[in-house]
């Protein structure tokens, strides 16, 4: 792979449409920030709605291509595998990019590259065991079946915490299936998608399976979503977003799948190891400082122990090292965006007008080394209540709240009160009452002495404002495929169309 930090260092990147880097109709480029420095390192191109219609044209053409269309499941799978082993080669290259772009610690992106070759390889074992059905009617000779079949061009627009984790769990069943894709990345981070398409062209899929188009949410995301080319559309994002989206998508009468983060529950009864637990709980709402989909943003402690529960978490977080995100040392690195920042700022204002009170962080850190970055402290904030706005809305910062709370009921009620449900914790050594738990929250995901564990194999996915659909695991093979039922009559003989036979 060619692309590397150094080489997009200054540079200016262009559409990926038709195999082809494709300067943009306007001619205009935006700048991407590296979050580490506060400066911009980059310049990728801003695209038009003739852009999107030229790289959604191209799916189409690459769907209906013999190339692709007439490719059996078992070649798709190889190439879809062939993909997995050239990320695995790249994996430290693609971090580096990815830590750049959005500030995520390295040491976290390098794990995290090295892991995704994995699930693209699950998925490449997919592509020749998604099966039809046969179906035993109540007719002689007839044979009812189903196919299974791909859908067409699925547009996927993707958010800036972790764009290639959030894109696999979509794009590789995606590939593995063979339908084709147009990429919208978010504005705010386009680095990795744009390195990636130069494996897909390595791995060898033909031109226009999968295309990338740049630019601002506003222009190339909203052209994306109104277009009558796509058979689907796969979300990650705010709510808000979300709900334009799935407006525009209404107009097409086409599904989306929406994941619109959270501000998930994560509950501790009197009953644990309070060491271990502090570190599930700072890990679940601290790791990649926040910005997290899954963060357990609202801690519920067991009022016996909040006490001692809230100065060892206090401690804990007064531990956690911020740093640049290349240092191998940092716990914690920049937000991605100022606007984060603002936005983390403005609630934990806001928190403490409400009656909060900051037990740790609470404010930008005072070093002259993180001064120019994006960097907001771990904060704790007690005397937290879910009508207070840091509990109500989703932040996506180092920022959690914590209560406590008397009763099981009242836990489950406290718990249950968001309009988000994509995934909640519980820290307990009483197995009944975790299942309670478990059957009683309204979340797609529930962690039972852990946080933050996901596996490919299994799927994600939120309720309520959460947004709808699964990623991961077998069943999103069915949520990008289509049913077709053929019935087949081989008795030789078509009855006369106007005998009714009653029973
Ligand atoms: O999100 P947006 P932003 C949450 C998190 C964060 C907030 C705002 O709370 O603070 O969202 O982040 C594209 N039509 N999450 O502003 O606007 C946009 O270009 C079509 C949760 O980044 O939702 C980008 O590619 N597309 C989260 C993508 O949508 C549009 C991850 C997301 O942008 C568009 C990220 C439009 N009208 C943020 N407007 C998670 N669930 O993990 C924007 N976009």
Redesign the pocket.
Known sequence: MRTTVTSLEGSRQNLFIAGRATEPQSGNYLKSYDPATGEAWYEFADAGAQDVDAAVAAARQAFADPAWRRMTQTDRGKLVRRLAELMLEHADQLAEIETRDNGKLIKEMRAQMRALPDSYTYFAGMADKLQGETIPVNKLDMINFTLREPIGVVGM??????PLM?LTGTLAPCLAIGNTVVI?????ATASTLALMELITAAGFPPGVVNVVT????T???????HPGLAKIV????????R??AR?AADNLIPCQM????KSPHVVFGDVDIERTVNGVVAGVFAAAG????AGSRCFVEAGIYDRFVEALVERTRKITLGHPMLETSDIGPLA?L??VS?VESYVASGLREGASVAAGGRRPQREDLAKGWYYEPTVLTGARNDMGFMR?????PVVGVMPFSSEDEMIALANDTRYG?ASGIWTRDIDRAMRFATKVDAGTVWINTYRSAAFMSSMGGFKE??YGRRGGFDVMREFSRVKNVVLDYSGAMQDPFVIRLK
């Not at 630019?215 to 506003?218: K, N």
């Open positions: 627009i993707t958010p800036w915490n972790s959030l919208k990345p978010s504005e705010h630019g601002s949410g506003r190339a995301g909203d052209a994306l979503a109104r979300f990650t994002g705010s709510t808000q977003t979300g334009t989206i525009n994941e619109l983060g959270g910005q997290t989909c899954v965006l606007d984060q936005k809305d989703e932040l996506f910062g994509l959460s947004g």
